[in-house]
């Protein structure tokens, strides 16, 4: 019987699998497993996936998870107003 895939984060769309074929390809630390898989990346900036991934990460590697590392958090380089994020782009006040 085959175990289904469990979503690790929902922002991105990434599952189990993909961080464990991640972590089985050379991805050592969280910064790297976020490059490769692309956890972490979206609107809520690894709030909701960064405690599984981190764990996952520790027990494949046998580390702890506080010796797995941290993400970096890049903000937008030019802030965007949220008015056209929302679809209403207009004068600017």
């Given at each position: 019987?085959?175990?289904?895939?469990?979503?690790?984060?929902?922002?991105?769309?990434?599952?189990?699998?993909?961080?464990?074929?991640?972590?089985?390809?050379?991805?050592?630390?969280?910064?790297?497993?976020?490059?490769?898989?692309?956890?972490?990346?979206?609107?809520?900036?690894?709030?909701?996936c960064l405690t599984l991934a981190?764990?996952?990460?520790?027990?494949?590697?046998?580390?702890?998870?506080?010796?797995?590392?941290?993400?970096?958090?890049?903000?937008?380089?030019?802030?965007?107003?949220?008015?056209?994020?929302?679809?209403?782009?207009?004068?600017?006040?």
């Open positions: 019987m085959t175990t289904p895939k469990r979503i690790v984060c929902a922002c991105e769309d990434v599952n189990d699998v993909e961080l464990r074929e991640a972590i089985e390809a050379g991805c050592a630390d969280l910064e790297s497993l976020k490059r490769l898989t692309g956890f972490a990346t979206g609107p809520c900036q690894g709030k909701t981190r764990q996952m990460l520790a027990e494949a590697t046998g580390a702890t998870p506080e010796a797995v590392g941290a993400i970096t958090f890049r903000p937008p380089v030019q802030p965007i107003p949220l008015r056209y994020l929302a679809g209403q782009e207009g004068d600017e006040a």
